[in-house]
């Protein structure tokens, strides 16, 4: 299986950080979130690393190379200076990423979620690790009964999920991944895990901070 890390976004609301250093190369603990993602993946036994880029996306290819380094092939899928969103950024890379299902992880997270190299979709198309909602998204993404899981209530997309091509058929070239995940849940073609162990949204420098008293006290 193959591995996709989602690494095109501005970091809008890490600036001033973000002006001149990409998101995913943002350090927690230490460490960059994308080569923490990278060591994990490759620990994991996947084949190789798809990484998209917008942005600043040369001091990530910079930072990373063709990934020797990590004993794993990297390659990228250059957005230009126009990021085309979660979906169409997954959806542009598919011919990187071939015929079979792999792992999506959003750079800007900082988890423990195990990765899966051999999980079987079944007759799914995508399969979701979620999270309980976290104080800045109480609301949550989806509702249990809506990724058929049990009970009544609401979880938050941990971005972490695995997802097949043939569920790719957008007719647009820049769209969020939920419209994607919205018409897998209407044709009932989802599913979903709950993840209880670590995890932050790296969103603002709050949670920025957060995730580093963490990551330091954990060491």
């Known amino acids: ?6 690494a095109a976004g501005r970091g809008v609301r890490l600036k001033p950080l973000t002006d001149k250093l990409p ?3 943002v ?5 960059t979130l994308v080569e923490r993602h990278i060591k994990n993946i490759a620990a994991a036994g996947f084949e190789s690393v798809v990484i998209n880029t917008a942005h600043l996306g040369e001091k990530i290819r910079d930072r990373l190379g063709d990934g020797t380094r990590f004993n794993i092939p990297i390659v990228y899928s250059d957005e230009g200076e126009q990021a085309l969103e979660t979906g169409g950024g997954i959806a542009n890379a598919l011919p990187l990423l071939g015929d079979d299902p792999f792992l999506v992880v959003n750079a800007d997270i900082y988890c423990d979620v195990p990765f899966d190299a051999q999980l079987d979709l079944n007759r799914a198309l995508v399969h979701l690790i979620m999270v309980a909602n976290p104080e800045h998204h109480p609301d949550g993404d989806f509702t249990a009964e809506e990724l058929n899981l049990p009970g009544q209530q609401r ?6 999920g695995y997802y097949h091509p ?8 820049i769209f969020p991944l939920v419209e994607v995940l919205r018409k897998s849940i209407k044709d009932q073609t ?7 162990g670590t995890w932050f949204d790296i969103g603002t420098g709050g949670r920025l901070h957060e995730a580093n008293k963490y990551a ?3 060491v």
Do not use: D, N
Not at 1 to 6: E, H, R, V, Y
Not at 27 to 31: D, I, K, N, Q
Not at 190 to 196: G, L, N, P, R
């Open 166 to 173: 043939k569920l790719f058929t957008h007719e647009q070239r």
């Open 155 to 160: 979880y938050t997309y941990s971005g972490v």
């Open 23 to 25: 998101k995913p190369l």
């Open 216 to 218: 330091l006290s954990v």
């Open 27 to 31: 350090r927690v603990g230490g460490e």
């Open 1 to 6: 299986m193959q591995a996709m890390i989602l």
């Open 190 to 196: 989802i599913t979903a895990e709950v993840f209880s």
